[in-house]
């Protein structure tokens, strides 16, 4: 595909930009703000624009404007060619788009096969007696037992890994570049991952020089001076309200106390009542109630698979069973807001439709279904468990959970080629281990166990419900620092090189699934997450067994 050049790249995504802040609640209140300064004394007209300018500047407008486009600049594809295609832009592989299409048309077949088996329709209007019932039970919904024995998860992951080690790049079938390492592991397609030396580059502030919140590493700073110089700096990145410097200050850990906040700034979700406006709060907390009530409005199939997922996952979760009924919440809100469709403007994935009778009854027409274009899957309320220990007031939570799918989450359970794809992170692991330890992966390829078989469910999960809470969150810090889920596939490498003498005993996958599951347990007693570049060959203390496992196997 043509590219275009820097200047004229830089062109368009200032007009993307532009096109989508317009009309937005920031730009009326923007508008309004400048209005209203032009009362005041100090605002001349021959230096209108500068004066208009500093006001804003001085009273924190600009700041949120700057915030505003930090987030699109994230969100947004880099701008392909004019004349590009759309779906070239979201997804510039054929394969990748053919492979996610007939994966969305199973997904579909399964959900209205689960419709036409139990006779239940995909939505239907409570009657009022039941509306009730439900708003007055609104939160203690993990009190009702409603009968879920005759549905089903619409998929599992390992259903998902199976569609992924069937693709196939059609250009490379014959090809004589394919390696014999290529063969060995489950993913047989060719895309750029980096290498450890790329990922040193990428990744310096988990070197070993500098300090990590969360674990005892050996710097030249002591840690608890590492510690408390690192919360008053975080404090000062709070105070200031910078979604840059944010991120930048995530990428070595956030304090307990303050990461609800540094989160909440990152994703562009502030609800500092000193920095946003009363109307930016507002506004959050009046969209949560629109679709809260078009849930007591509205029953949909889908509830039903929300809430088998919650009853199979997170309310047999030691750390997330006591949020229940706040994930009934959050994801029956969720599957109604179509404001979540946004993402599918770089998401290669297209919403899924049904037929509908039209309001005269006489025709048919397709409409998106579920609302948000998001089907459940086992697993998907562990995307938002996590983020209960964090937010106690449902709308933030839900505000957060929000731009945490349409940022990180729908990338874990969609076929592409970006490099926090699912395919590029299972790729990666792969690499790993193959590159790394060579005899490793072949032992557990011969006796049947394929080692992205093992940890495909960590990697799908974000490793949501296999570490203990403290250090998911440890790990989620980085994700949102680096604006990469790469380092999940890391992770779970290093788990292999952690237990690689134990794993060259077993003899069978369910042998080697136990010993991973008790380095799982290890972890979560442990503070791991640690550096991911450095090259130190001290010895190292149990604590810092991640950074071991790369030191001397990667």
């Not at 004229?8 to 096109?19: C, H, K, N, P, R």
């Not at 039903?304 to 009934?328: G, P």
């Amino acid at each position: 595909m043509i590219m275009m050049d820097e200047s004229a790249e830089l062109s368009v995504s200032i007009t993307q930009i532009v096109q989508r802040l317009k009309g937005t609640h920031l730009h009326s209140q923007l508008e309004k703000q400048a209005k209203e300064c032009l009362h005041k004394p100090e605002i001349k007209l021959e230096t209108l624009k500068d004066d208009v300018r500093r006001f804003l500047k001085a009273s924190g407008w600009e700041r949120k404007l700057q915030n505003a486009v930090y987030r699109e600049l994230h969100i947004l594809p880099p701008p392909g060619h004019p004349r590009a295609p759309p779906e070239h832009t979201k997804e510039p592989l054929a394969y990748m788009r053919k492979a996610q299409v007939n994966w969305e048309k199973r997904i579909l077949k399964s959900l209205n096969s689960m419709c036409t088996e139990l006779g239940i329709p995909l939505a239907r209007k409570r009657p009022v007696p039941e509306q009730k019932e439900l708003t007055n039970k609104w939160n203690e919904m993990g009190t009702d037992e409603p009968d879920l024995s005759k549905f089903r998860p619409v998929y599992a992951p390992k259903d998902f890994l199976e569609v992924l080690v069937g693709l196939k790049n059609p250009n490379n079938e014959r090809s004589e570049d394919l390696t014999v390492r290529s063969h060995w592991g489950l993913i047989q397609v060719s895309l750029n991952v980096r290498d450890i030396p790329q990922m040193r580059e990428m990744y310096p502030e988990l070197g070993i020089t500098y300090g990590q919140l969360g674990i005892d590493d050996h710097t030249h700073v002591p840690p608890d001076l590492f510690e408390s110089e690192h919360i008053h700096i975080g404090k000062k990145v709070e105070s200031e309200q910078d979604s840059a410097a944010a991120q930048q200050y995530s990428r070595q850990g956030c304090p307990t106390g303050l990461r609800a906040q540094l989160w909440s700034l990152i994703l562009n979700t502030s609800n500092d009542p000193e920095f946003f406006c009363f109307n930016f709060i507002k506004q959050d907390i009046t969209h949560y109630e629109q679709l809260k009530a078009r849930v007591i409005h509205h029953d949909l199939l889908v509830d039903n698979l929300i809430y088998k997922d919650v009853k199979l996952t997170a309310s047999n979760d030691d750390y997330y069973f006591v949020f229940e009924d706040y994930l009934y919440q959050v994801l029956l809100c969720f599957s109604r807001d179509t404001a979540v469709l946004e993402h599918f403007n770089y998401n290669c994935a297209t919403p899924p439709k049904s037929c509908i009778q039209s309001k005269s009854g006489s025709e048919q027409c397709a409409v998106v279904y579920p609302p948000n274009g998001v089907i459940p899957f086992h697993g998907f309320s562990m995307y938002v468990a996590p983020l209960c220990f964090l937010y106690n007031e449902p709308s933030k939570l839900y505000s957060v959970f929000r731009e945490m799918y349409i940022r990180y989450f729908f990338r874990l359970h969609s076929i592409s080629s970006h490099p926090s794809g699912i395919v590029s992170l299972c790729l990666q692991f792969e690499r790993l281990l193959q590159t790394h330890l060579p005899q490793l992966f072949y032992h557990l390829r011969e006796i049947g166990a394929q080692p992205l078989r093992i940890a495909f469910k960590w990697i799908v999960r974000a490793f949501s419900g296999y570490l203990s809470t403290d250090q998911l969150l440890l790990l989620w810090d980085r994700i949102l620092g680096y604006d990469s889920l790469e380092i999940v596939a890391v992770l779970a490498a290093a788990v292999f090189a952690f237990r690689s003498e134990n794993l060259m005993e077993v003899t069978s996958l369910a042998s080697a699934e136990v010993v991973t599951c008790v380095c799982m347990c290890v972890l979560s007693n442990t503070k791991i997450v640690s550096s991911l570049t450095a090259n130190t060959s001290n010895p190292v203390h149990p604590r810092h067994m991640f950074q071991n496992c790369w030191d001397n196997h990667f």
